[in-house]
C-alpha cells in the first residue's frame, strides 16, 4: 500500500485524466512509476559506477585507455 500526496494541480490533471478515460487514477499512478522507476534506477547505478571509477581513477582515461579498455573498435 502506498499513500502520496500530490499537488492540487496535479491531481485535477489526474482526475480529468481518469474521468476522460474510464480509468482510475491508481491506474495511471502506478503506470507513472512503472515508466520511470527503471530510469531512476539506471541513473543511480550509473552515478555510482562513476563514483567507484572516479575512486579507482580520478583523473579519468584517455580516449584511447578506454577504447582500449572497453574493445572498441574504429
Not at 500526496?5 to 478515460?21: F, M, V
Not at 555510482?48 to 571509477?53: G, V
Amino acid at each position: 500500500m502506498l499513500t502520496i500526496r500530490l499537488p492540487a494541480d496535479i491531481e485535477n490533471r489526474l482526475e480529468t485524466l481518469s474521468k476522460t478515460t474510464g480509468r482510475t487514477k491508481t491506474f495511471y499512478a502506478r503506470e507513472a512509476i512503472l515508466v520511470h522507476l527503471e530510469a531512476l534506477e539506471d541513473h543511480y547505478e550509473a552515478k555510482q559506477r562513476l563514483a567507484d571509477l572516479r575512486a579507482v581513477r580520478p583523473h579519468g582515461m584517455t580516449l584511447e585507455e578506454a577504447l582500449s579498455h572497453y574493445w572498441v573498435e574504429d
